[in-house]
DNA sequence: CTGAAAGCGCTAACAC
DNA sequence: GTGTTAGCGCTTTCAG
């Protein structure tokens, strides 16, 4: 910048100032610069503008992990890009980390020493207490995952409760009767899925068999294994309410290779509706979350606490979309 | 810090070295502007000490994207994750952008604004001569793509050739005869693939049919468009080579919906052995691509351009992994 | 309208 | 070992 003044042979503020657009500067002498800068590929120091102003432009994105391994699910991927775009248009950069249980002090970390404005967590899981920790202390947030009603940091979240509830009264109606459920309920959400599907089984006068839920959500593997547990054990089920697409993708899989037909001897319906799901065959019956919407919302519900506007969740409509696998 | 100073009683200088573990401080001292720092959920302001110290511990990652669509690859993300491993081994931040054809600029503002020491670059596609013109430029990068001969960047990619050549030859292995090829031949990736491809044939005395080569990849409505078309014009084909799975997948869906089984009436072998390839029915063939190592090669040669070290490139082995689709 | 000067939070000479 | 000081690249009063 420096150079700039010299060689505009204006002193730096000038120059500072026609680059920030203020309109105190002429048009011929904020040209000059323009194009003083862009024939020296110069752009303002971000950080040292940052710095002065005390303002940040940047917004950290947690992607929160359960096991060790690389996160994979589209879905989640799917919210990051939207999140992506929203911060996009906010001429805000994100910058991303993903965590496990084992390094919860580093989400802290990037707000503590001022690398980012705020922190937008995809993935709530059994992080909880933690993240209402971190309301407590002020951290503005914004997180993805079930509305809890004691959750000190504002959410946005599909709504799960319904989502479920419809996954299985679909099932219902198909005419299954004993519907399994896959899905980690030490999750919140999954847990208000758990939730609805209890309820339309209440609605039909069936009562959940434990034994047709399974808990164990990732590695198709294990999936597998579930599977092929309950086929020796000639347990008895005509459909399965997966609560994420993925792991309804490993069971079809699985009860293929077994020879049971979907959805002829199975019905399956997952969540997430993943873009694949549409594309796989047989094509996956699932409930639809509003990526889109919710990128939106966290940026804007992180925006809101950064502004220390009081605190709101949203919550987003589940919406069935039947396919194949339920048929 | 200022405030920790005047807490413990010692000067600024003190502070800072004790933090970023100076031995010459006695651990008393230590001990105690530690405890201190965390008692306040104190951690140095990086945008600071990086300004002063003029270094900066950030990368920044860029998806190219080819249409306006959100890209959604899980090869791609599968990559990201990978990079985003190999920087947090080394301690530094992921700056995230996705970037299309219109905001090529952007690319550069990154780091000519001293947000990011360097440039990962993720999916060359068409964008060749601009990486050229930054790297010429200086911008310290590296970038996932098709080792191209006249690239001024490093470059980490697939051993595309080969990969389209044990795709293809093991799709005549199989019986095939009519091999269509699938992939976007502007792109130096999917050229490659198809030069393997060619070769392939033409060691089984076979030529390229012009008519059974599509080029649009992405876009499954578009792909289901090209089934629809072929059989509609009554064009003979026995196996498909798809030059990404998400491609593969889109077309096993369109056989199938007009009644063309896969593996016995068409075979198909796909790119990239994404996760979700081994949980379809039928799963898919693929090539493995090593992302792991990738993401690591990556950070690698990007720290070696931020060195000033001589610009080297990086190709990793194709691994054909056979699966029902292509039985 | 423009320039001089102070200072954002930190580190690194350079003294003591 | 420790403190003092200058200054990283920028913005913003405050004078002119």
Redesign the pocket.
């Known amino acids: 910048?420096?150079d700039i003044a010299r060689m505009a042979?204006?002193?730096?503020?000038?120059v500072?100032?026609s680059?920030?657009g203020s309109s105190?500067?002429?048009e011929t002498?904020r040209q000059r610069i323009t194009e003083l800068a862009r024939s020296l590929n110069y752009q303002?120091?971000i950080g040292?503008?940052n710095?002065?102003?005390?303002d940040i432009q940047t917004v950290g994105v947690v992607i929160l992990g359960d096991s060790m391994q690389t996160i994979s699910d589209p879905f989640i991927l799917n919210i990051l890009g939207a999140v992506a775009d929203a911060l996009d248009e906010r001429g805000m950069s994100l910058l991303l980390t993903r965590l496990n249980p084992q390094r919860q002090e580093q989400m802290a970390a990037m707000f503590d020493s001022?690398q980012v404005a705020g922190l937008i967590v995809i993935g709530q899981l059994t992080w909880h207490d933690y993240l209402n920790e971190l309301a407590r202390r002020g951290v503005p947030m914004a997180v993805w995952g079930a509305c809890l009603s004691d959750a000190y940091y504002p959410v946005v979240g599909g709504d799960n409760a319904t989502g479920g509830y419809l996954a299985t009264r679909h099932l219902l109606q198909q005419g299954a009767r004993r519907i399994a459920f896959f899905g980690d309920i030490s999750h919140p959400e999954a847990a208000l899925r758990h939730q609805g599907y209890a309820r339309a089984l209440a609605e039909a006068g069936l009562t959940p068999d434990p034994r047709l839920h399974q808990s164990f959500l990732f590695g198709d593997r294990r999936i597998r294994q579930v599977i092929d547990m309950w086929l020796d054990q000639g347990l008895d089920f005509d459909a399965i309410f997966a609560s994420a697409d993925i792991a309804a993708i490993s069971l079809i899989g699985a009860l293929n290779e077994r020879g049971l037909e979907v959805p002829h001897r199975v019905r399956v319906v997952g969540y997430d509706d993943i873009a694949l799901s549409a594309y796989l065959h047989p094509s996956l019956t699932s409930i639809r979350q509003p990526t889109a919407v919710a990128g939106r919302a966290l940026v804007e519900l992180l925006f809101e606490a950064i502004a220390g506007l009081p605190r709101r969740s949203v919550m987003l409509p589940a919406e069935l979309v039947v396919r194949d696998s339920s048929a």
């Open positions: 910048m420096a042979g204006v002193s730096l503020s000038t500072s100032r680059l920030s105190l500067i002429p002498t303002v120091n040292a503008a710095l002065r102003k005390r001022g």
